[in-house]
């Protein structure tokens, strides 16, 4: 298993553009794959969505239980607004995790609730749709590891090839 192993489980997700713009922050984020259950996405899987064809390197997979199979000392960790939940804010997230969010439309079964090693909330007023909280959850878990070091290096690399803006320098004093 890599230093650390990041999954994203998405139960029956319905819309096919938020699967493919969480395909889009798995590879911003560098998740490891992502799984699904349920039929309504395959049904709609014809309308592309996935911009920066993310699933050509990290896998997209249908699948009967998004725990099996999983790599030894991975954590379930369910994203939900649930009474009793941690907010994301005070959650430490472990090196291994298997993301799990519930559907657009619906929550998340309380069997799989009790499962989880933890489950989040993350603390807004009201609901965001499925990949807005994709991509907050990532982006906590980046901004909280070791990799969260930035530079221009990285500015260059993951840019839009049609952006060249730069921040204008102070002038000498």
């Known amino acids: 298993m890599p230093a650390s192993f990041v999954s994203i489980g998405l139960i029956d997700p319905k819309s096919p ?3 493919g713009a969480v395909m889009r922050a798995a590879g911003c984020y560098q998740v490891n794959e992502v799984r699904y259950t349920g039929g309504r996405y395959d049904r709609a899987a014809r309308f592309h969505t996935d911009t920066k064809n993310v699933s050509l390197s990290i896998p997209l997979t249908g699948v009967t239980d998004l725990l099996s199979d999983l790599p030894d000392g991975t954590s379930v960790v369910c994203v939900e607004l649930v009474e009793g939940a941690t907010a994301l804010p005070l959650f430490v997230h472990p090196d291994n995790a298997l993301y799990v969010f519930g559907p657009e439309d619906g929550s998340l ?3 799989l ?3 989880a090693d933890a489950v989040v909330y993350v603390p807004t007023v009201g609901c965001m749709n ?3 909280t994709v991509n907050v959850v ?3 878990r980046l901004a909280k590891s070791a990799r969260a070091q930035g ?3 990285l500015i260059r690399s993951s840019r839009d090839t049609n952006n060249s803006v ?3 320098q102070p002038a000498p004093q």
């Open 130 to 132: 499925l990949a807005a």
């Open 113 to 115: 609730v009790d499962h």
């Open 166 to 168: 730069r921040v204008k």
């Open 17 to 19: 553009s938020n699967v």
């Open 151 to 153: 530079s221009d290096a």
């Open 138 to 140: 990532l982006y906590d």
């Open 109 to 111: 079964d309380q069997a």
